[in-house]
């Protein structure tokens, strides 16, 4: 891939830190990657994780939405006398890869 990149020696170098980077967040979210989700009135469904995780068409809702986008402010702000459109609010304790309690 980096042989790919063509160019000079610094724009490889460049190519391989951005790589390693993508590959420690990864490694990184390997533990809680996905911790909410997110039911809304409308019928949508969302999953709330450290990082954000794109579906493979520009035209359906990520797989994961990062914690910090704006679309993932309800998960933090809805209560039951302010809902913001969100019907279930699912918190997921997780050990791993393996789900080990829901908590709505």
Avoid: K
């Amino acid at each position: 891939m980096l042989r790919e990149t063509g160019g000079t020696r610094l724009e490889r170098e460049s190519a391989a830190a951005r790589y390693a980077g993508q590959v420690a967040r990864y490694h990184a979210a390997e533990n809680g990657l996905c911790f909410g989700r997110l039911d809304l009135r409308d019928g949508e469904r969302h999953y709330i994780g450290r990082i954000g995780l794109p579906a493979e068409s520009a035209d359906d809702d990520p797989l994961l939405l990062d914690w910090r986008a704006p679309a993932a402010r309800a998960f933090y702000v809805a209560t039951p006398a302010a809902p913001h459109g969100v019907r279930r609010r699912r918190h997921l304790a997780t050990r791993g890869r393996r789900v080990v309690r829901p908590d709505d």
